[in-house]
Every structure is written in structure tokens, then in C-alpha cells.
């Protein structure tokens, strides 16, 4: 939007700028076509266009400067009455009408003819730019935003192509087919009420449910009996899908293995489909028991531990007895 009027801005006033240089054309001009020259004042002199080329180009990229801006205004008055939405249509290069410096976006213009020459010529391509001639308001309750915007650049592109058509006739202006803008479109706004809902609603926009229409319900699903302590799950239902939520499925709350139906579309909710809780994971293997040592026949004095000897070895000898007869 904003673009493509800049871009055809730019055209139109490098280009009649041009046949205003070239005093050759002039008598072939209609009436209509010779209204500008006499908005312009002095001769046009090359450096003149050179100097206009650079300060188009001073619009050109990221630069802050701009031919054009459109923008919206969430409220705002024009003409004595109240909009819900105004399009704010300016143009930056006005500015330098009230300044005095031999200047117009940091470009230096060597003379104050020259500079007086873009200004005067910016001023009849789009009358009354400084008087919000091309501002649009709307009171619409379905769009106003956008009614308003279209509304805005509708006036501005209506002026642009009926100088291209003015000069468009004996050919001055080159490229005319591809400056002019189709304006078919206009009358499709007339009422945009039919349009209202044409385009679903897309994922991001929908935004949260109400707290009006949450109801806690019991969960038809609760977690297996063979879970110890398992406690009814609480849930939480959209009773009613409204324009700000997209959630009209049962969300779960403390169920994260539950997940709402992806298969049914916006509006025919039939419930929650949860997944089955998985089994406890197997508890894991017991380490293999070693093997307790056990006590061999080594020969005595082997070297080893005491308890590494055979026990046979470290038993105290049995007591010897002696048996007498008694007379």
C-alpha cells in the first residue's frame, strides 16, 4: 500500500518534472496538461531534476525518510466528527515548505528557486496534502480498522491515476499501464459485513476462554486402581467456544498423559481422548550374588590368613584321658 504510492509518487514527479525542463513539449500540451506549469515557478533547469532524483533516493532503503505515510489512529476526528478509526495520510516532504534551509531530506538544493520548483510541483500532484484531504475515517463495527486504511489509500491512488490518465493520452508518461491501480475493489467495501467470518480464524489469534465458561468436572478416566493412592482427576470444560477461544475440547489438568482430540474441526467437540498410563517400569535386576569362600585342605604353614587355614588345623588337640581300675 504504502510502497507501491510512494513508487508511483516518485514516477510522476520525475517525470513531469521532466516535460516542465523541456520547453519543447509545451506547445503540444492540452489544457489540462498545462495547468501544472503555471503552478511552477521560473525555469527548470536540469540540475533541478538532478536534484529532485536525489532526494527521491533519499526515500530509497532503510532510510527514515519517507514520500508518503499511512498509518491508523484508534479514534480520531476529521472534519468535525468522531471515527472509531482514522487513516492519517502525510507526506514528509512538506515539511520543508516552512523551513529555511536550502534542504529537503538532508539533500542540499542549490537555490531557493529549485527547491520552491519540487515543492510547488509535490503540492499540485496532491492538493491539499497538507490540509488532510486524502485522511479517511470509519465508524464501521465489523472493520473499521481496515475500511479505514483502504478508504485512505482509495482517495490517494483516485488522484494519482487521473494524472496519469491526463498525460497518459499523448503518450508523456511512460509506463502508464503498469502506474495506473486498479480501483475494482472499491465498490466491495460498500459492504464488508459479508465478509465477516469468510476467513476461519487462524492459530495464534484465538486467544484464552473466559473464566465464566470453565466448570470443574470429575474425570471419567481416573488413573489405574493398581497405582497406590490414585485420587479422581479434576477437569476443565469449555462449555461454550466463543470468538476469543479456541479451546472447545476438554482440557485435563493434572493428567499429563492426556491430550485433546486433534481430529474433530472447530466447533464439533465429542470429548477428550486419553492415553492409557504405561505400567510401572520393571524393577531393575537384583547384582548376582558372589560366591562365599570356602575353607580348602592347604598344607599348614601355606602362608595364608589363619581364617584362610583349614579349621582342622586350629582345633585344640582333644585331652588325653588314663582309665585305672580301682580295688
Given amino acids: 500500500m504504502q510502497t507501491r504510492a510512494s513508487k508511483i509518487i516518485a514516477d510522476l514527479l520525475v517525470q513531469l518534472m521532466s516535460i516542465a525542463q523541456d520547453k519543447d513539449l509545451h506547445p503540444k500540451l492540452t489544457p489540462d496538461q498545462t ?20 532526494v527521491i533516493h533519499a526515500c530509497g532503503g532503510k532510510s527514515p525518510h519517507k514520500l508518503v505515510n499511512i498509518y491508523l489512529k484508534r479514534s480520531g476526528r476529521l472534519d468535525g466528527v468522531e471515527y472509531r478509526r482514522l487513516a492519517v495520510v502525510d507526506f514528509p516532504l512538506l515539511e520543508a515548505k516552512t523551513s529555511d534551509e536550502l534542504k ?12 520552491n520548483a519540487i515543492i510547488k510541483l509535490f503540492e499540485w500532484l496532491l492538493p491539499g496534502a497538507d490540509a488532510k484531504e486524502f485522511y479517511y475515517g470509519s465508524q464501521d463495527l465489523s472493520a473499521p480498522g481496515f475500511l479505514a486504511l483502504c478508504g485512505a489509500y482509495a482517495k490517494l491512488m483516485n488522484r494519482l491515476n487521473k494524472v496519469i490518465a491526463t498525460f497518459s493520452q499523448t503518450g508523456l508518461i511512460e509506463d502508464s499501464e503498469y502506474l495506473i491501480t486498479p480501483m475494482g475493489w472499491v465498490d466491495g467495501l460498500a459492504n464488508i459485513d459479508r465478509y465477516r467470518a469468510a476467513i476461519p480464524t487462524l492459530a495464534g489469534n484465538e486467544g484464552d476462554p473466559v473464566e465464566s ?32 477461544s479456541f479451546k472447545d475440547y476438554i482440557t485435563p489438568i493434572n493428567q499429563p498423559n492426556a491430550e485433546p482430540r486433534k481430529d474433530q474441526p472447530y466447533g464439533q467437540n465429542q470429548g477428550t481422548v486419553y492415553k492409557e498410563t504405561p505400567p510401572a517400569p520393571p524393577a531393575p535386576p537384583k547384582p548376582a550374588q558372589l560366591p562365599v569362600w570356602q575353607p580348602t585342605n592347604y598344607p ?13 588345623q586350629w582345633a585344640p588337640a582333644a585331652p588325653a584321658h588314663a582309665w585305672t581300675d580301682v580295688e
Avoid: W
Fill in 213 to 244: 465458561e470453565i466448570v470443574p468436572v470429575m474425570n471419567p478416566n481416573p488413573l489405574p486402581s493398581s497405582q497406590p493412592h490414585s485420587q479422581p482427576q479434576t477437569l476443565t470444560i469449555v462449555t461454550e467456544p466463543t470468538k476469543r
Fill in 35 to 54: 495547468e501544472f506549469l503555471t503552478k511552477i515557478p521560473g525555469d527548470i533547469r536540469p540540475v533541478t531534476i538532478d536534484k529532485l532524483t536525489s
Fill in 104 to 115: 529537503i531530506f538532508g539533500v542540499n538544493i542549490e537555490t531557493k528557486r529549485d527547491k
Fill in 300 to 312: 599348614q604353614n601355606a602362608g595364608y590368613y589363619p581364617q584362610q587355614q583349614p579349621q582342622s
